[in-house]
Nanobody, 126 residues
Framework: QVQLVESGGGSVQAGGSLRLSCAAS????????MGWFRQAPGQGREGVAS????????HYADSVKGRFTISEDKAKNTVYLQMNSLEPEDTAMYYC???????????????????WGQGTQVTVSS
């Protein structure tokens, strides 16, 4: 079955960095859309970044452009989210999601993402 296993969350001070990983299995990784989403307490889920594994096209939320980078290791079926210059507003549970066979669209909507990881907590202190 499809599995998405996230790792790499933690607590850092503002200005610090973290790298999240999402190891995917159980489906054809190539030609799929992989996304990172986050949800802060009391707020809705927000799309952060996405990557189309068929061509490497990426999209980012305006709030993280220039600070976060989504990338992949095709040999490991793993997607990463490098987060730099972290701010307290980045504090949230971060989720990896997969849309097998799907294309990524700008706006990073949850629509189409049928598989989700368990989430990893990121806490940024000021």
């Amino acid at each position: 079955q499809v599995q998405l296993v996230e790792s790499g969350g933690g607590s850092v001070q503002a200005g610090g960095s973290l790298r999240l990983s999402c190891a995917a299995s159980g489906y054809t990784y190539s030609r799929s859309c992989m996304g990172w989403f986050r949800q802060a307490p009391g707020q809705g889920r927000e799309g952060v970044a996405s990557l189309y594994t068929g061509g490497g096209i990426t999209h980012y939320a305006d709030s993280v452009k220039g600070r976060f980078t989504i990338s992949e290791d095709k040999a490991k079926n793993t997607v990463y989210l490098q987060m730099n210059s972290l701010e307290p507003e980045d504090t949230a549970m971060y989720y990896c999601a997969a849309d097998p066979g799907g294309y990524c669209i700008a706006g990073i909507s949850e629509v189409g993402f049928g598989y989700w990881g368990q989430g990893t907590q990121v806490t940024v202190s000021s």
